[in-house]
């Protein structure tokens, strides 16, 4: 059957109905998308403005403020979760913790407990912080009757790009080695902010490039579905902050992407990762890579910690203009929250077209995929839609992504000139940059203005969101993008992608959320590794016990 004729039973108005978008919701609609379009035209003509890197020389603290304060849904806590404080979801914990049935001492605790008996091989880590984490857990152990923030207590692992005060941030490369900034990034001040306590950060790809390893190709963090088997591709670049999580080594994390960074590391390790918006998020204290792609988003275990943790995030930032001037934060707890009939049937809150593109039952994935649509296809609300890409689709996707290169190289070029080694197995994709001309990135940004006319005049046009088999588009054009769990291929995560709408985050978590309430393969957790470290460096085969990304590697996957 055709998926345009393919529609969720249900779609009736009324208490029970899902909402329409019509009248108002398309005039924001309309805004948003006016927006956003001024707004990219901004941020590409902020490049040739003068892009430095974040010094705490010059750089003022960032602030924790925000113009609305995220609260904690009620929501069941599952048995497992009350049985293991690891088990439970970042909504969970926090939950027990209102009920004065878990400590974040406790909590953080039984995280450290496991960062000591496996990050051995996980290699999740770049730096722990172990007693300052155990601080923080007392003092928001102290803060339980009285005011606190809507993650008091909750323990997490920031990216190791991030700015962390007073804590080693070195961004997996010979150039940041010694480098400990004098403030946090604007994301971990408002994480902190609301009572987030930081366990340490997560190993990365060098300069947020690759998969991590270290900066000569050696690979470090594995894949916890395969803890024993280095060779798995755990996703890049927020690998470690991926590991994390679905290793259970901290109740959430956060992660940047500028060329799928977090949402391929949740799709291959079973979380749901959230690209949000360009500018929803601030990117100041993040050590860039891409001025016109950098996203900092949460990597999480389901749709609600998503939203949590996005909803503390957001927000404009005076220290970052792309975050000003934008639509205000919607509601992102309350759309992550699912919709029931008053016959329990869990259904959307707001009737919603779901594109569905010609390739999306292509490759190794078509099963699950297949079983996605039947599973969509049964909540009412739903009306899946066939797409078709445009002609020049392919064309505009991958020869014109190359642009971002020289984005990245710019800010670099005194450590090009001063000692390039610095770059280790990475070097290749900085040189690349240095190669294309002016003209062609003129012509790479025209492509993209080209592009994005298609994809909000066209495809969205068609659909709310639309289900990807590719990040490049949505990223490529800072649209908002989620990753989430939809079962297993060979033993392995298998995930899938949603993109859609400036601005409307909440829409993905909707969808996803409502997914998540009838299937469980967000709950699925892997086995802890029986390997030592050496032995699972050894299983990679050839008898090396290291092995290592070549140059030629490292550029193909370079974000």
Known sequence: MSTAARTGTGTGTGPTGPERTAGGAGTRRALNRRTFLAGSAAVTGAVTGGLTLP???????ATASRSAAPYLPDIQVRDAARRDPTEATLTEAAVLMRQRKLTS???TEAYLARIERYDAVYQAYAEVTAERALDAARAADRRATSRRGVLNGIPLCI?????TRDVPTRCNSFIFEDFV???????????TGAGGIVLGKGQMGPLATTRATRPNGTVTTVNAWTPDNPATDPGGSSTGSACAVAGRLAASAIGTQTGGSIVLPANRQNLTGLKPTMGRASVYGVIPLSYTRDHPGPLARDAMDAALMLSVMAGPDPNDPRTLGLPGVPDLVRAATPVRSRRGAVQLRHATRIGVPATFLSGTA?????????TLDAIPGVTLIDITYPADWSLLTTTFNAARLPER??????????????FGVSLLSWLQGLMISGDEWITAQRAKNHLLREVLDGILDDCDVVL??????????????????????????SGVLLGGQPYEEDRLLEVVAAYQAVTDWHTRRPADPTATPTTALRSAGAGDPAPRLTAEEAAELSA
């Open 55 to 61: 010094s705490p020389a010059v750089a003022a603290p």
């Open 105 to 107: 001492v406790a909590l």
């Open 159 to 163: 990216k190791d790009n991030y700015f």
């Open 181 to 191: 900034p004098e403030y946090d990034a604007t994301a971990v001040a408002r994480l």
């Open 366 to 374: 078509t099963a699950v995929r297949s079983a996605l649509l039947d």
């Open 409 to 422: 190289t710019e800010p670099f070029r005194h450590w090009l000139r001063e000692d390039p080694t610095k």
């Open 468 to 493: 990807q088999t590719d990040v490049v588009p949505f990223d490529l054009l800072g649209l908002p993008l989620i990753g989430f769990p939809a079962g297993f291929v060979s033993g392995l995560p």
